[in-house]
């Protein structure tokens, strides 16, 4: 028997997810697919997608992969390409490809082929990471719009606070003054936006991490926007024991019983993609019920207070997150985010759809 932790991924929760982005808006939406679908394995998770417009990715082998595989949506490159030899492929596998930069304005002057490339033009309207600056706009939209390889631009930009109280108002305000003059689609919206801002749907919107679940919110919970959680990473307890006041459990000894206490270890750790940072009380379900971590997380294992799960034993079900155990609560325990965990697991856990 292989070690008994895995991560099960339910497409029909993903699917709802799409269902429940779709209520909300009436643009086309490009699922958003990078890093492996959030962790939850791009082939199968792009298959799930069909009812999508689009999916959007970073990685120009992975976009050929899906052609490949016969995926017929528009798939969008959300970084680009990053060197002109990637241009023909883009044209060849019919990809749209964000341009950020003058080096890959550069590289397309020197492609040939003509109607070949659906571009996506980068506004960088105050995220400060990809895109041009708004006063380079017009001249590099001349540019394109004379360009022999170009077939159409959409504008796009990418909000830096779409799930916090300081909105988009902002970048919004900025990004829509400057494109209003182009005649254009456009897109600007995240699994934030999308959700609270309707006046950034534009044509295209961008979710990411709603359809895999979570909640991009720290004030609304997945369940209270209809979201299912599509990953459930699970194991068993294979250890159980009584240890007395004054022990330790892991690593440093980092958590020291103050009582005696029944504990359990879980088969699984760090390297499955657990958080090594994950503190004493981080949240799990054993058999169901919630239970909290103790000590430090190891490579393979992590301990668990059985005191409150007296039907726990050996061979009990833990969840590590997903059905039953929101993955932003225990993101939020461990002092990270949702898409940490998920994009995190690692190669050597089974996944099971
Ligand atoms: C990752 C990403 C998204 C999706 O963001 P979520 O917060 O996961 O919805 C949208 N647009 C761009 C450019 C991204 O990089």
């Known amino acids: 028997m292989p070690r008994p932790i895995q991560a099960h991924i339910d497409l029909s929760a993903l699917k709802n997810n799409l269902r429940v ?59 680009g390409f990053f060197a002109a030899e990637d241009l023909p492929l883009i044209a060849e596998y019919d990809l749209a490809t964000v341009i950020h930069s003058s080096r890959q304005l550069d590289w397309l002057d020197a492609y040939p082929r003509k109607n070949a ?17 708004p006063q380079e706009i017009p001249a590099v939209m001349e540019r394109l719009k004379s360009h022999r390889a170009v077939r159409e631009v959409t504008l796009m930009t990418h909000f830096s606070h779409a799930d916090e109280a300081a ?28 959700l609270r801002y309707p006046s950034t749907h534009g044509e295209w919107v961008r979710p990411g991490i709603m359809l895999y679940g979570a909640s991009p919110f720290a004030d609304v919970s997945a369940q209270q926007l209809g979201l299912q959680a599509v990953m459930t ?31 359990g270890t879980v088969a699984c750790g760090y390297a499955d993609g657990y958080p090594r940072h994950a503190p004493t009380g981080t949240p799990v379900l054993v058999n169901g019920q919630r239970a909290q971590t103790l000590g430090r ?11 409150d799960v007296k039907d726990a034993q ?40």
């Open 233 to 263: 990473l699970s194991s068993e307890i294979i250890s159980v024991r009584e240890i007395r006041a004054g022990e330790h459990i892991g690593y440093a000894g980092l958590f020291r019983a103050e009582r005696s206490m029944r504990i």
């Open 21 to 79: 982005a779709r209520r909300h808006t009436s643009s086309r939406i490009m699922a958003v697919i990078k890093a492996n679908a959030y962790g939850h394995g791009l082939l199968r998770i792009a298959g799930a997608l069909e009812d999508a417009e689009g999916i959007a990715l970073l990685d120009i082998q992975d976009a050929i992969k899906l052609r490949d595989a016969g995926n017929r949506q528009t798939i969008l490159l959300l970084e």
């Open 167 to 194: 909105g988009v108002s902002s970048q919004l305000e900025a990004f829509s003054g400057l494109t209003s003059v182009y005649r254009a689609p456009r897109s600007m919206a995240n699994s934030a936006a999308l």
């Open 117 to 133: 490339l659906q571009v996506w033009l980068k506004i960088n309207s105050g995220m400060n990471r990809l895109g041009f600056m």
């Open 297 to 307: 997380v190891s490579m393979d294992m992590l301990g668990v207070d059985l005191s």
């Open 314 to 353: 050996i061979g009990s079900r833990v969840t590590l997150w997903g059905e039953g155990m929101p993955v932003e609560e225990v993101a939020r325990a461990a002092g990270t985010i949702s898409y940490e965990l998920l994009c995190a697991l690692t190669a050597r856990v089974p996944v099971r759809y």
